[in-house]
């Protein structure tokens, strides 16, 4: 049996009005109980913001810089330091955001003046918040009589349409500021790859946790990806081996 952890900061959350976010992010939560930060977000004003700042902040106060330069002054190898900020930025941004969609149905707004992040005392990126908490779901969508804290979407392809467009316009400045500080250590084609990696792997991991729909897991990933491309995201990277082609 696996034993949940209390966490600090999860437990320091005061929740003056629930929220379909609240009760999303708990049950992503659940899915990881050893580590329960890996899925969902918190309520940026549910909680103190010593160790918070804005994922804008990494655009316009310098901040990715320094993560770059801190990270490459440890580990002196600035590939490996860019492709791991990638990976964070992309987590940051999508991966969270895809278990929720895959699971249920609903989506935080992943715009990137939505988004803050909770540093370690090494700086290092652990917890994901938004600022506006309403999220997006499906017609059917249950909470929708409650009337606050969400509101719907015509169709299963615009909901994920429209998180593929928000994390774009996210992703997309973080990622030729990562381009810009590392030098071109990688490019960014390579980070948007990552990014592909990181859906598939959400639409993947969460039904095996969950017990869910493969299939609907899937199918939502895919639309996903497919609205990414569809905005000029090359986010499907191909591997060969001698017998054919693997793509995200």
């Known amino acids: 049996m696996t034993l949940a952890i209390d966490d600090p900061l999860i437990a320091r959350m005061t929740i003056d009005t629930p929220l379909p976010l609240h009760e999303s992010s708990r049950r992503l939560r ?14 940026m004003g549910d909680l103190s913001r010593r160790r918070w700042w804005p994922l804008s902040d990494a655009l316009v106060a310098g901040r990715l810089r320094g993560m770059f330069d801190a990270a490459v002054a440890e580990a002196g190898n600035r590939v490996a330091v860019t492709q791991q900020l990638a990976a964070t930025l992309a987590h940051v941004v999508v991966g969270r955001v895809v278990p929720l969609l895959v ?18 005392s090494e700086g ?5 918040g938004v600022v506006d908490p309403t999220l997006r779901a499906l017609p059917d969508d249950a909470d929708l009589h409650a009337g606050a804290g969400i509101v719907a979407l015509p169709s299963e ?13 996210a992703l997309r400045p973080l990622f030729e500021e990562l381009a810009a500080v590392s030098s071109g250590a990688v490019s960014t084609d390579a980070m948007w790859h990552v990014v592909g ?3 598939v792997s959400a639409a993947t991991r969460v039904p095996l946790l969950a017990g869910c729909s493969e299939v609907t897991s899937m199918r939502r990933g895919q639309a996903v990806l497919d609205a990414l491309v569809g905005f000029g995201a090359p986010v499907r990277g191909v591997r060969r081996t001698s017998t054919k082609a693997l793509l995200n």
Do not use: I, K
């Open 30 to 43: 659940e899915l990881e109980p050893e580590c329960p930060r890996v899925y969902g977000v918190a309520v």
């Open 103 to 120: 699971l249920e149905g609903r989506a935080w707004d992943t715009g990137l003046e939505n988004l803050w992040v909770h540093v370690d």
């Open 124 to 128: 290092v990126v652990d917890w994901v």
């Open 157 to 169: 392809a615009a909901l994920t349409t429209w998180v593929a467009h928000r994390s774009h316009c």
């Open 197 to 199: 990696t990181a859906v």
